[in-house]
């Protein structure tokens, strides 16, 4: 199975700032992973597929990048309806997902 | 607009039975694959099943294999989610989550609301 560990568990920033979310998989997916953002009470939401495209209807201040085990999900500038949980998933050996990320306000 | 919409959830026994629905909507349901994925109460996401689109191919978490059966019905637009043998660890919220494109595993592109399964005596 592959694990993916993502890293920091808590984010805490302000609105504007620049957030920066990490993704390590235990073994190379090539670039088949994915990032999700989870708000309170809500189903998961697509952001980035096969570690760089967005989504459709994905502002251009989400991106992704990275390849192998090391990704990257950065969102250039806060806004407040970013601040939530964020995950990553693969889909190169069967299906995981990351732990999570909390993008929290300072 | 993809709509999904899940049912059949509730408060079960240990032991006991139950069947989850999901109603989709919006796109052409037989084309694509049909995904469960739940989340434990303040956890993190965790796929369940995968079935593909003509309903030939399922594939299990090892969490879940041999308890649970997931299926289709592409003439009623609805996937199904037979759970068997239930425990305590599998209480959660489960989604019914589409595949972006026609592959067996994928990324899931579109989401339903979820239901609580709650196992307890």
């Known amino acids: 199975e592959v694990v993916l560990t993502q890293s920091p568990a808590t984010l805490s920033l302000s609105p504007g700032e620049r957030a920066t979310l990490s993704c390590r998989a235990s073994?190379?997916?090539?670039?088949?992973l994915a990032w999700y953002q989870q708000r309170p009470g809500q189903a998961p939401r697509l952001l980035i597929y096969d570690a760089s495209n967005r989504a459709t209807g994905i502002p251009a201040r989400f991106s992704g990048s990275g390849s192998g085990t090391d990704f990257t999900l950065t969102i250039s500038s806060l806004e407040t309806e970013d601040f939530a949980v964020y995950y990553c998933q693969q889909r190169s050996n069967w299906l995981t997902f990351g732990g999570g990320t909390k993008v929290e306000i300072k | 607009d993809v709509q999904l919409v899940e049912s059949g959830g509730g408060l079960v026994q240990p032991g006991g039975s139950l069947r989850l629905s999901c109603a989709a909507s919006g796109f052409t349901f037989s084309t694509y694959g049909m995904n469960w994925v739940r989340q434990a109460p303040g956890k993190g996401l965790e796929w369940v099943s995968a079935?593909?689109?003509?309903?030939?191919?399922?594939y299990y978490a090892d969490s879940v294999k041999g308890r649970f059966t997931i299926s289709r019905d592409n003439s009623d637009k609805t996937m199904y989610l037979q759970m068997n043998s239930l425990r305590a660890e599998d209480t959660a919220v489960y989604y019914c989550a589409k595949s972006e494109t026609g592959y067996d595993f994928d990324y899931f592109d579109s989401w339903g609301q979820g239901i609580l399964v709650t196992v307890s005596s």
């Open positions: 073994e190379s997916v090539g670039s088949y």
């Open positions: 079935i593909s689109g003509s309903g030939g191919f399922t």
